[in-house]
Each structure stands twice: as structure tokens, then as C-alpha cells.
């Protein structure tokens, strides 16, 4: 901030470069000399000066023309540019027009050229340090600018507290493709195609957004990730990309928090002669996780048979069922009241299945 500045002095008679030299040199001040404004122009891009002293009489170009294209760049706006005049009230209007910020009628006081020299460059100084902190801030909204976007992509397919934690902690290696134990959970409503082909459109759409409104509230209630999204259903999982404990529980309690929700919600269409339900399948199991898509568009996950065994498990649920898969309810036997389910052979399955039906959950008020 007090170091001393680099000026640039421009003028064709070569004793009047000498004597501003002498008075600004044993003041510290780095000096560079031009005796035209073509060879003033190349020195003020090649030197980047501070200040510049400027003589206004020269052969070819003069001083006003050569403060007027400094004041052409956005680069040398604001350079500061002292005009050497041999005084006279017109050479300091045109002066002004040209953009001259200050003016030394020749012959100079050595005190006057050296405080209008601290002044200018004091300016300067306090201009270079408003646009390196106008640099800062840009660079900064430009950062949360991307951070916002990343998790705007995030939000896609992860629940808003994961997403966060993912751009809050910059390492997206957790989207990787990988392998992990998770609960799958699929659900869908049952009698949906009927409905779109016996009704409007637009009656068909507003079911559908309720549908969307009321398991998507629940869906970020419980921390699901979004895996996998259709029209009357969408697949959740629990587990990854965060570990999260008892997974199965989480999965259980969603489900019966979103049946809970779509009975309601199904006596409201009935009375509208909507005859609507809504069917859960979940199971436990390892599958293969990771964002898959291209550029502009992808999605976050999961592959392998206990996704498509949770699937299946929907696709049998009749509405109002939880259907969930062996293994998961052995993981939820001390949480879940289940019974039973008939034993069924399901598509892409060589071995028949015996899933269990969760009708309640043991803290449930009965």
C-alpha cells in the first residue's frame, strides 16, 4: 500500500524526461520514459505503469489522443493520467474531454508535481485493492453459484439432507459406482391405467400429483435416496450413498407411513369415483450402486437382484400390502406385526418365494 509506484513518463523533448526523472527517482518511484504516444501506448501494455505523466505537445499523435485510446480500453480506464500543459484554460478543457484526471503547467513546482503524483496515485491504490475485492466476490458467487447447481443435481435423486452433505463436504467419490447392502423399496399405485384411460387428463394428472406430493414429503421425511421414477411409482432406497443404520427398519417405516398417508388420500378419490390403491414391495440385499446417465441428465441408482426382487414384490401387492422379502423381515421381526404371504414364484425367479405381509408396526397404538 506505501510502496512506491511505477510511472510513466511521456514526452518528445528529452531534458524535460530528464528533469522529471530527477525529481522522481530519489523519491523511490520507478520511472519509464516514452518520446511519442505510439511508444507511450506499447510501454503502457508492456509495463503496466501506475501513473502516467503526460505531454500534450508531440509530433503525430499528441497527449489528448493518446489519453483518449487509454481511456478506450477497460483495461487503462482508469489509469491515472497527469497532463503536462503549458497552462491555458483551453488546454485543460480539452484535457478533460480527452479524460486527463489532473494537469502541471509547465514550468512545474517539484513540490506540486510530487503531491499531485501521491494523490493520484493514493486513488489508484484504494481503486486496484476495490477491484481485486470485486475479483474475490465474483469468484465467490461464481463458487456458490456452481455449489448451488451441483446440488440442484443432487436434489435429483438424493433426499435435500444428503445432497447437502455431499456438496457441504465437496467429495462426490461417494457417487462412484460401488457395492453395499441397502433396503429396496418400490411402490406404485394399483388401478392407475384404468383411471387414465376412464377419466380426463387432467383429473388423471391431479391424482397423480397428490400421489406426488404426499409419498415425496414422507420419501425426504425418512432420508430415502431416489432411485428409480415413473408416472404412478418410484423406487427409494436406503443405506447409500450414506450408510445410515438399521436400513430395513427405515424402509418399514416409510412404507407404512405412506400407506397410512395414501388412505387417506383414497377415500378422497373414491368419493371422486377414482377407485385408486397403493402397493409396497421391499427387500434386503447387496446391489451394485453408482450415477449413471450422460452430461446433462443422470440419476443415482441401484443394480442387481434385490432391486428387482423389491420390484416384483410391488408388482404382487395388493392394495394397501407391504409385501417385503424374507430376509428383510427377519432384519424387522422385532419392529414389524407381519403374517405370512402365500407363497409365489415371480418373474425372472426359478425358485418360488414366501414374502411377508407387514401389517402394522409393533410401537402402533392399536
Not at 508492456?46 to 499528441?62: F, K, Q, T, V
Not at 465437496?170 to 453395499?180: C, G, M, T, Y
Amino acid at each position: 500500500m506505501n510502496e512506491p509506484g511505477r510511472i510513466l513518463v511521456v514526452d518528445d523533448t528529452p531534458a524535460n524526461i530528464k528533469l522529471l526523472d530527477a525529481v522522481l527517482s530519489p523519491k523511490g518511484y520507478t520511472v519509464v520514459t516514452a518520446t511519442s504516444g505510439p511508444d507511450a501506448l506499447a510501454l503502457v501494455e508492456r509495463e503496466a505503469p501506475d501513473l502516467i505523466l503526460l505531454d500534450i505537445l508531440m509530433p503525430g499523435m499528441d497527449g489528448y489522443e493518446v489519453c483518449r485510446r487509454l481511456r478506450a480500453e477497460p483495461a487503462t480506464a482508469h489509469l491515472p493520467v497527469i497532463m503536462i500543459t503549458a497552462s491555458g484554460i483551453n488546454e485543460k478543457v480539452k484535457g478533460l474531454e480527452a479524460g486527463a484526471d489532473d494537469f502541471l503547467a509547465k514550468p512545474f513546482d517539484q513540490a506540486e508535481l510530487l503531491a499531485r503524483v501521491r494523490s493520484l496515485l493514493r486513488v489508484k491504490r484504494y481503486h486496484d485493492i476495490i477491484q481485486d475485492q470485486a475479483a474475490t466476490l465474483e469468484a465467490r458467487v461464481a463458487e456458490q453459484l456452481g455449489e448451488m447447481e451441483r446440488l440442484g443435481r443432487l436434489r435429483r435423486f438424493l433426499s435435500p439432507q444428503l445432497a447437502d452433505l455431499i456438496v457441504s463436504s465437496s467429495d462426490e467419490n461417494i457417487l462412484k459406482s460401488h457395492r453395499r447392502q441397502i433396503a429396496v423399496l418400490f411402490c406404485d399405485l394399483r388401478g392407475s391405467t384404468v383411471l387414465s384411460e376412464a377419466t380426463e387428463p387432467e383429473e388423471f394428472m391431479a391424482v397423480l400429483a397428490e400421489f406426488h406430493e404426499v409419498t415425496g414429503q414422507l420419501v425426504n421425511d425418512f432420508g430415502a435416496t431416489v432411485g428409480y421414477f415413473a408416472g404412478d411409482g418410484f423406487m427409494v432406497f436406503f443405506n447409500d450413498p450414506i450408510p445410515c443404520e438399521n436400513p430395513a427398519e427405515r424402509a418399514v417405516r416409510l412404507a407404512v407411513a405412506m400407506r397410512d398417508a395414501m388412505a387417506e388420500a383414497g377415500q378422497r378419490w373414491k368419493r371422486l369415483g377414482h377407485d385408486v390403491g397403493f402397493g409396497v414391495g421391499i427387500a434386503l440385499g447387496f446391489a451394485t450402486l453408482g450415477e449413471v446417465g450422460f452430461v446433462t441428465r443422470s440419476d443415482y441408482t441401484a443394480i442387481g437382484r434385490v432391486v428387482s426382487l423389491a420390484s416384483r414384490l410391488c408388482d404382487e401387492a395388493s392394495d394397501g400390502e407391504i409385501l417385503v422379502s424374507p430376509q428383510l423381515q427377519a432384519a424387522v421381526e422385532d419392529l414389524a406385526k407381519s403374517e405370512r404371504a402365500p407363497e409365489v414364484t415371480l418373474k425372472g425367479f426359478h425358485k418360488p418365494i414366501a414374502p411377508y405381509n407387514v401389517l402394522g408396526l409393533v410401537d402402533d397404538q392399536v
